[in-house]
């Protein structure tokens, strides 16, 4: 073979130049490529065939079609594989467009190549490794990018050319593919696609598709409108529309001009990513448009074609010479062999002027190009000289381009430029719900707000939540999205490049100093930040007392830290950490920052304390989500690491999490958390501290049983108490008993409960501290209103009194369960006003530490104390919040006491049979706990009054029977003994003194508020 071995023989200059420059730029960078194997079909029959000199020539010739068809797309053939090789596209630089560059060239080699072949495309990811003087890269597949692109190839039939699946998705309508036999690659079975020709779609935007509603656009539309008639009065207008890739360029044009079509002829040519060096490339496709040339015409068609239009127009044919000569369409044009290149150039410039002059003499002309950072230099110059006809001629030329290019013609009086903004919140919402089939608003939201007003990454975004399409490698960015930043970021210069990639490090926002810090490159890291800011990558921020640099789009650090290798992206995390560090005094201010990066890093040991600390400060902030978040890393990471160093701190970090869990109703999680610990921890009154927690989680979630089994064991690991009982033995000892005895009260048992208030008792009084005073004041309250069945006498409302002042005193903060405590009895003392007050108090701090649990307590009794007041209106707007808030807490017997009081409303009403039916379901509710819930009444008393009005006396004797059964709450007075005498008549046949009897008690039920 007689091409060069190593890539740098047989690489075009202008390639190679680009790949050494960035060189150490993308050095170990993670790539989407497309990969292209090609292998000559039936090699050694051919070279029987042909005898060794003739093949040698016939290979030579398929290399050197075949490698100007890759070069053509900007891929780069990495090996040669006997009569075959191997061609990346999109590495070492990225192309947003790999995909379709890669199937280019593939057509091209099938279409050009003198010998038959077979081609096999996959995409995927790779990761470059180093990159010789040679241009030979190394670099490692994932998975099996290249492997399936070779088996591909393998079972291409003779001629095809197929792409997998992936390669497909990427370049759907840019080429017609057909279904073919299904592959197998080891285990799998493929079904790749063989490439059949052509298709319609020429750019990303595909006017044949079906495009999101156009949205957000009036203003810049109405300026173009603007513009138009200006030129349409024959005072020509250059527009150049700016902005970032999928910003909506394309579309706003296609949109215009379905608004400028009555008005004006369009003309249109586009710049392709691969035509920098394809010279009149935009500019020949204006041309076949003027004269209707198509895709497959013949040479000598397209020439008599651009003939016929210059004749058309009045023109002098010898013009045509040069458009044929310019755009190589080689008819006989034996005239200008003699010019020199400048004199052709200048000629087919005047060619080319006097053709788009004439084209807009019969009406006014739109002249639009696309992407002109794309442009060739002879385009561009001749773009730049033709300006100067237009102020005179009712020309508008309309061009896109992203930022990056600056036309050189800005700043004429007729010239303008019109910079696209990111659509507003509404549109992007609207895109995004546009895709999303199911209606759901807050994910729409979320999108909207990471697509960031582009609604190309919009509609990918969307796509992607839509389709549920989980990404293999990991990334969260959609490759369609990713390629396109990619690409932008590789088109910058190593420096600036790996300036961004520190940056994607620090995150969104950072500050200067940190960045310096962390940069390791021997150039200034301002200068270079400076000119990323420049380039619209970065803005700064004002105002701040640091110079803090901001990424404009998040996307885009996503996709700049997406590229690094795991062992730089961990090497930079720990500088960062190291930096902040040293440089902060107090370096748990920035506890968060400080966990973010070492848990990143190749010593994520070093991040442990302070997730712990973040947790912590959460924690305190009652931003309990973030709280869990930062524990569970912290716990995670403990974990992974496997270090019995860690056992004490990883006990209390459990121990922490199971707080905030129960505080939040979660008690599955915190026996989680707490089981975690006590596996962890050695040290028994620790241990026993860690089962108290347990067991009140178990006693949150009804399961009393499994709640005593924990105290039971946390005993017997304390073992007796020594005289004096040692201070750590007595914590945890008083721990364990108020476990149990919060269990005691749930299960009614009120003589165990009785002997532990006077087994714990001497204990607080002679070693108790403040908390442990209260938490014990508490239980006395609790044993209080258990034993007299919720009768508070003015013995209890004292108790209740103490624990709640003992409570104001804990440290380090009061205990806000005194505080419930004491309005719950306060209410059932009938000190109505005050509990109002302290209930109150009560949710607003329960709200305040997002403490579930309490916030649906102090609503339902909130509610209750409604009932008790008579007020059916404050009680019926209650019912949705408590029974939302009992729901969210997992507390049902709240959700029945909504129900039951849902009851009363509806009797009070006179919705009699409503309220029977939501009595019944409130007391159904109670019955389907564990234990034998209190309020029945609530319940049973509209339903005596309605049997009663109804002549059922059996009916109400039997419901006022169940209201008087231990454990239910002791009736006030004189409610109790009428109902007690009611059914007791009853009982003795008295049928008609039953009836009276209970007429009155409902009418003492009305006075004392329960009815
Ligand atoms: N105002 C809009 N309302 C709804 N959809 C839009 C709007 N603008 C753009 N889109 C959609 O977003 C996608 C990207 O738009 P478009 O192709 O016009 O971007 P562009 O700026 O031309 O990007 P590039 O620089 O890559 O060519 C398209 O699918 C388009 O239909
Ligand atoms: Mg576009």
Same mark, same amino acid.
């Given at each position: ?143 099996? &990018?290249?492997?399936? $692109?070779?088996?591909?190839?393998? $079972? +291409? ?230 300006? /100067? ?222 997730? &712990? ?27 992974? %690491? ?25 008690? /599955? ?44 064991? +946390? ?54 501290? $403040? ?164 309020? /029945? ?47 007791? $008549? ?10 009276? %009897? ?14």
């Amino acid at each position: 073979m007689s091409v060069a071995s190593a890539p740098a023989g047989y690489t075009p200059a202008h390639i190679s130049e680009q790949i050494l420059a960035v060189r150490g730029a993308v050095e170990g960078e993670r790539k989407q490529v497309s990969v292209l194997f090609c292998d000559i079909v039936a090699s050694s029959a051919l070279a029987a065939e042909l005898g060794p000199e003739e093949f040698h020539l016939v290979i030579d010739r398929f290399f050197r079609v075949a490698l100007a068809e890759v070069h053509r797309y900007e891929g780069t053939v990495n090996q040669f594989l006997g009569d075959g090789f191997m061609a990346l596209f999109g590495a070492p630089i990225a192309h947003e467009d790999h995909a379709r560059r890669a199937v280019l060239s593939a057509v091209g080699i099938a279409a050009r190549a003198e010998v038959k072949i077979r081609i096999g495309i996959n995409s995927g990811l790779v990761v470059v490794g180093t990159i010789g003087d040679d241009l030979r890269v190394d670099y490692t597949a994932f998975g099996d &990018t290249t492997v399936l $692109a070779a088996r591909l190839q393998a $079972a +291409a039939a003779p001629g095809a050319v197929l792409v997998s699946q992936r390669t497909a998705a990427l370049v759907r309508g840019y080429f017609e593919l057909a279904e073919v036999a299904p592959v197998q690659v080891k285990e799998r079975t493929v079904y790749p696609l063989r490439v059949t020709g052509l298709g319609a779609r020429t750019a990303r935007l595909d006017p044949g598709a079906e495009l999101s509603p156009f949205t957000g656009r009036d203003g810049e539309l109405a300026e173009l409108t603007r513009l138009l008639e200006v030129a349409v009065g024959g005072e020509g207008q250059v527009v150049g529309l700016a902005g970032d890739p999928g910003l909506g360029k394309s579309r706003l044009v296609l949109e215009f001009r379905r608004l400028a079509e009555p008005r004006a002829a369009v003309l249109e040519g586009r710049c392709v990513s691969y035509g920098a060096g394809i010279a009149y490339l935009p500019l020949f496709e204006l041309v076949r448009n003027a004269c209707g040339i198509a895709a497959d015409d013949p040479a000598d068609l397209v020439g008599t074609k651009i003939e016929l239009r210059i004749k058309a127009l009045e023109l002098d044919v010898s013009l045509a010479h040069y458009l044929r000569h310019a755009f190589g369409v080689m008819a006989s044009d034996a005239g200008l062999a003699g010019l020199d290149p400048q004199a052709i150039r200048a000629g087919t410039f005047e060619a080319l002027r006097r053709v788009l002059v004439a084209e807009a003499g019969p009406r006014p002309l739109v002249v639009l190009i696309e992407d002109l950072h794309w442009i060739d230099q002879t385009s561009e110059d001749f773009l730049a000289d033709f300006i /100067d006809e237009l102020p005179l001629v009712p020309i508008m030329l309309l061009v896109t381009y992203r930022p990056g290019y600056s036309p050189p013609w800005i700043g004429k009086s007729f010239t303008s430029q019109l910079a696209l903004r990111p659509l507003p919140a509404a549109a992007s919402e609207l895109i995004v719900t546009s895709i999303l089939d199911r209606g759901d608003p807050a994910e729409a939201a979320v999108i909207a707000e990471r697509g960031e007003g582009n609604p190309f990454f919009l509609e990918e975004l969307a796509r992607a939540t839509r389709d549920n399409v989980a990404d293999t490698e990991g990334d969260s960015v959609p490759e369609t999205v990713q390629q396109v930043l990619a690409a932008r970021i590789d088109r910058l210069t190593a420096d600036q490049k790996a300036a961004l990639q520190v940056a994607s490090v620090l995150g969104r926002e950072f500050a200067l100093d940190l960045a310096e810090e962390v940069w390791d490159g021997d150039v200034s890291l301002e200068a270079r930040l400076q000119e990323l800011k420049g380039l619209e990558f970065l803005r700064e921020r004002h105002g701040t007392a640091e110079r803090t640099f901001v990424f404009r789009h998040a996307l885009t650090r996503e996709v700049a830290y997406d590229s690094l290798l795991q062992t730089r992206r961990r090497e930079l995390h720990g500088r960062a950490g190291a930096a902040l560090d040293h440089s902060q005094a107090n370096r748990f201010e920035q506890c968060e920052l400080l966990a973010y990066h070492y848990s990143h890093s190749a010593d994520p040991a070093r991040a442990i304390p302070y997730l &712990t600390a973040a947790g912590d400060r959460a924690k305190d902030r009652y931003a309990n989500e973030e709280a869990i978040t930062f524990y569970r890393r912290a716990i995670e990471l403990i974990e992974e %690491l496997d270090s019995g160093r860690w056992a004490e701190l990883y006990g209390a970090i459990c121990e922490s999490l199971g707080t905030v869990l129960r505080q939040l109703s979660q008690f /599955d999680g915190a026996v989680d958390a707490y089981r975690k610990g006590v596996n962890a921890v050695g040290d028994p009154p620790h241990r026993a501290r860690l089962r108290a927690l347990w067991c009140e989680s178990e006693e949150g979630a009804h399961r009393y049983p499994e709640a005593l089994a924990q105290c039971d064991l +946390a005993e017997q690991e304390l073992g007796p108490a020594s005289d004096p009982p040692e201070l750590l033995w007595l914590s945890s000892w008083l721990a364990v008993q108020h476990a149990r005895m919060g269990v005691l009260y749930w299960l009614n048992d009120t003589q165990t409960y009785a002997r532990l208030v006077d087994q714990v008792r001497p204990y607080v009084e002679a070693h108790g501290s $403040a908390n442990q005073r209260a938490s014990f004041l508490i239980d006395m309250t609790s044993f209080l209103l258990r034993r007299d069945r919720y009768h508070v006498t003015d013995e209890t409302l004292e108790v209740a009194r103490a624990a709640n002042a003992a409570a104001q005193e804990a440290e380090p903060s009061p205990f806000w369960w005194a505080v419930f405590e004491l309005g719950f009895v306060l209410l059932w003392h009938e000190d109505l006003d005050e509990a109002t007050t302290v209930l109150r108090e009560t949710l607003a701090e329960a709200e305040r530490r997002g403490d579930v649990t309490t916030r649906s307590r102090a609503l339902t009794y909130l509610m209750v104390a409604g009932r008790k007041r008579g007020d059916v209106e404050a009680v019926r707007k209650a019912i949705g919040p408590v029974i939302e808030s009992a729901r969210h807490a997992s507390l049902p017997e709240y959700e029945a006491i909504a129900i039951a009081n849902r009851a009363w409303v509806a009797w009070r009403s006179g919705e009699e049979e409503k309220a029977a039916a939501d009595a019944q379901a409130a007391l159904r509710l109670w019955e389907g706990l564990p234990v034998r819930y209190i309020f /029945d009444w609530m319940a049973l008393w509209p339903l005596v009054a309605i049997a009663l009005a109804s002549q059922h006396i059996e009916q109400a004797a039997e419901y006022t029977r169940k209201m008087l059964l231990p454990p239910q709450q002791l009736l006030r007075q004189p409610a109790r003994t009428l109902a007690e005498d009611a059914v007791h $008549a009853w009982e003795a046949g008295q049928s008609t003194e039953t009836g009276e %009897l209970l007429r009155r008690a409902v009418r003492a039920a009305g006075d004392l508020g329960y009815l």
